[in-house]
């Protein structure tokens, strides 16, 4: 743990500490956990990891919005059955091919890359970071 503990470390619960040592999935979809996270790998010098994996998974949620947003779109003015139909009959069936197309391909540019190196942290340094939190946990007590 750092020596002066950053904000982060402030008012942490035994139900968090809990919650994050359980499961490292749990530990990531936490705003405060993934700050304390960043802070342990900042002392361990491997904060590039965890970056690394935050912008991978922005891109990957900004690209599941982008398809909704699209998938949206031509189901209201596109689709056989549109509510707002528009008169390009040619145009949305090559949009419905584009659109299963990239539905089939994903966008997972980085999805292998990503799911290494969230192992590699859960592997290496994630076990060191539960040993912290329990010792925060017993200083709570």
């Known amino acids: 743990m750092p020596k002066n503990k950053p904000e982060s470390y402030n008012k942490v619960t035994a139900q968090q500490i809990e919650e994050w040592t359980s499961s490292f999935d749990r530990l990531l979809a936490s705003d405060r956990g993934r700050d304390m996270f960043m802070e342990h790998l900042l002392h361990e010098g491997t904060e590039?990891?965890?970056?690394?994996?935050?912008?991978?998974?922005?891109l990957s949620d900004a690209y599941k919005q982008v398809k909704d947003d699209a998938n949206a779109i031509y189901e209201t003015f596109l689709d056989i059955?549109?509510?707002?139909?528009?008169?390009?009959?040619?145009?949305?069936?090559?949009?419905?091919?584009?659109?299963?197309q990239k539905e089939a391909e994903g966008f997972?540019?980085?999805?292998?890359?990503?799911?290494k190196?969230?192992?590699r942290m859960e592997q290496d340094s994630y076990p060191g970071f539960c040993v912290e939190l329990m010792k925060m946990k017993k200083s709570l007590k």
Do not use: S, T
Request: proline share 2%; charged share 40%.
């Open 48 to 58: 590039r990891h965890l970056e690394f994996w935050l912008r991978c998974q922005r």
């Open 81 to 100: 059955d549109a509510p707002k139909k528009v008169n390009v009959y040619r145009e949305a069936e090559a949009v419905r091919q584009r659109l299963e």
């Open 108 to 115: 997972g540019v980085f999805e292998e890359a990503q799911y």
């Open 117 to 119: 190196v969230k192992a």
